[in-house]
């Protein structure tokens, strides 16, 4: 069953036909997870182009009236009476797109943005119940943690156990490298975790994912070894106040608009009341799903946009203080 008719997807992107190249949207209208394929949009119909590798799965796989596999030898022949054929401008390079204009003459390509992605920001019950597992599946992760951080472990060897424990609890992968971080290295948001082993009282940032059946889970946590120091609690409690801020402002607002710059605001205010908001060095948070990373950035700086229902956008307000440690508390939140 796909999850948009056809036609309603070339009225919002007012397009007669539109050509998806990226592989992800792919997945997301067919259900099929492949390496390389086209869907072309044309109607109340979809056809999925594939190689020999993927045609006897997309045919088992795919299911619908509204989809047609074949193989992609027909690509050309279909294209040749297309007139107008929007494409994503975002997913496909300047040498790709000139050997499309090359090959069809006839057809006027007209560039697209992101038609494909404001669908996938609202998710199905199918799409939520793949989420909630693996962010079930992360907790349980991250439930295991402190017992495994003994003095002389390394970042690395934390990190490693973090992808066997998804394994174990049944996730297909990890959605992203886990962060590990100790100590001063936690002032580096995007840390990679290496050699530096655990010390007595340090600080300890995680931040992990999984993935089920392609969709994603994000949360980060703090874990102390020994007594936090008072600098420490300060910005803990700080930040954990701005989560929860922000995390009431969507749960609060069911039926009404929020955007993404009030709560990146709202967090913000928080933080700034502590007088730490210069130390907040990144958006709130961002939109998750079949990408880590997708629809809108939770930040004043991104353009402003109303989050949708069953959208799910994570919370993770951060302080980073130089040369000493970081603190970055975050979960997801299904948007009512």
């Not at 074949?70 to 297309?82: A, G, L, P, S, Y």
Request: proline letters at 3%; hydrophobic letters at 35%; glycine letters at 8%.
């Amino acid at each position: 069953m796909l999850p948009r008719c056809p036609s309603t997807i070339l009225r919002h992107a007012k397009i007669p036909v539109l050509l998806i190249s990226d592989l992800t949207n792919i997945r997301y209208l067919t259900g099929l997870s492949v390496s390389a394929g086209l869907v072309l949009i044309r109607g109340k119909n979809m056809k999925l182009y594939v190689d020999g590798r993927y045609r006897e799965m997309a045919k088992k796989q795919v299911k619908g009236d509204r989809c047609q596999v074949r193989e992609i030898e027909c690509f050309e022949r279909d294209m040749q009476n297309v007139q107008q054929c929007g494409f994503e401008s975002e997913h496909i390079t300047v040498s790709r797109i000139g050997i499309w204009k090359r090959k069809f003459k006839n057809t006027k390509f007209v560039q697209t943005r992101e038609v494909i992605e404001e669908f996938r920001r609202s998710k199905s019950a199918e799409e939520l119940k793949n989420f909630r597992k693996a962010q079930r599946i992360t907790g349980q992760i991250m439930q295991k943690i402190p017992s495994f951080l003994q003095k002389g472990v390394t970042e690395r060897e934390v990190a490693e156990h973090i992808r066997r424990w998804a394994a174990d609890l049944g996730a297909d992968e990890l959605s992203f490298d886990a962060i590990v971080a100790f100590g001063k290295n936690s002032a580096h948001p995007h840390h990679h975790p290496g050699i530096t082993k655990l010390q007595s009282r340090d600080i300890v940032q995680i931040d992990c994912g999984v993935r089920i059946n392609g969709y994603c889970s994000d949360q980060s946590r703090v874990f102390f070894v020994g007594k936090p120091t008072a600098e420490q609690k300060r910005v803990y409690d700080a930040v954990q106040r701005a989560k929860r801020r922000a995390t009431e402002v969507i749960k609060g607002a069911e039926g009404a608009e929020v955007t993404n710059h009030r709560l990146d605001e709202v967090a913000r205010e928080v933080l700034r009341e502590e007088g730490l908001e210069q130390y907040f060095i990144h958006s709130l948070g961002h939109g998750v799903g079949l990408d880590i990373h997708e629809g809108p950035s939770l930040s004043i700086k991104a353009p402003k946009v109303v989050l949708k229902t069953n959208e799910i956008v994570t919370i993770e307000p951060g302080v980073y203080l130089p040369g000493k440690f970081g603190i970055r508390l975050e979960d997801e939140v299904v948007v009512l």
